[in-house]
């Protein structure tokens, strides 16, 4: 079936350092792709998304690009901060979202 | 422009008991889903409305979970009787369409002793 692969955390980094954290996923078809950020305490929060293949979701310096050959949509960001520390979720939309199991970033001043 | 609304958002009780969490969507939003977040894992979808009508319920075990979407605005998920593995995090969300993007609640921390 459908599925989503993160690579584990936690992932600890130094301020200004730069991120990647890996997504994969299964799925027919070529499904809307998403990550989302769960601050402590916090709902989750769309970060951002890509529609179709090629496309690269991006926001507040973060940046994902929808690979479909390696069937990838990896997170990267190229200088960290302390208010970063979060966990990240990869998912993608087939009716309803599919998550990953969420990758935990900690970053140390 | 309001977000998704919870409540509570902790709630602990006894095994057995009953419990409802109760959701109310952005204005406007017509899909409606509840979620259940273990620790450690990502969320995974109990249920989802279109309006007042349950379209995907596959995965609610319905021997002791219920929900309801009365006049297609807000909802209420029961669990009755709780059991000890009901510990988590339930989630709601909402949308203005599938598969258009779903906005999250703060969710409610169930703890069942």
């Known amino acids: 079936g459908d599925s989503v692969t993160q690579m584990e955390g936690p992932v600890t980094l130094s301020e200004e350092a730069f991120l990647t954290i890996n997504c994969t996923y299964t799925?027919?078809?070529?499904?809307?792709l998403f990550w989302y950020v769960q601050y402590p305490g916090e709902g989750l929060q769309l970060l951002l998304k890509?529609?179709?293949?090629?496309d690269k979701g991006s926001n507040k310096g973060f940046e994902a690009t929808y690979r479909k050959e390696t069937t990838s949509f990896h997170l990267e960001k190229g200088s960290v901060q302390v208010s970063d520390s979060a966990v990240y979720f990869c998912?993608?939309?087939?009716?309803?979202?599919?998550f990953g199991q969420g990758t935990e970033l900690s970053v140390k001043p | 422009e309001a977000g998704v609304v919870q409540s509570p958002r902790y709630k602990i009780i006894e095994k057995k008991q009953p419990v409802a969490f109760w959701c109310n969507p952005i204005?406007?939003?017509?899909?409606l889903y509840w979620y259940r977040q273990n620790l450690g894992q990502g969320p995974e979808l109990l249920i989802r409305?279109?309006?007042?009508?349950?379209?995907?319920d596959s995965q609610l075990p319905k021997d002791r979970f219920s929900a309801e979407r009365l006049k297609g605005v807000d909802s209420t998920l029961k669990i009755q009787p709780a059991e000890l593995g009901d510990s988590a995090v339930y989630l709601c969300?909402?949308?203005?369409?599938?598969?258009?993007?779903?906005?999250f609640g703060p969710g409610t921390r169930l703890t069942v002793l």
């Open positions: 799925a027919t078809g070529y499904p809307s």
């Open positions: 998912a993608l939309m087939k009716g309803k979202l599919i």
């Open positions: 969300a909402s949308s203005l369409d599938p598969p258009d993007t779903q906005y």
């Open positions: 204005s406007g939003h017509n899909t």
């Open positions: 890509a529609t179709k293949a090629d």
């Open positions: 409305y279109e309006n007042e009508e349950a379209v995907d």
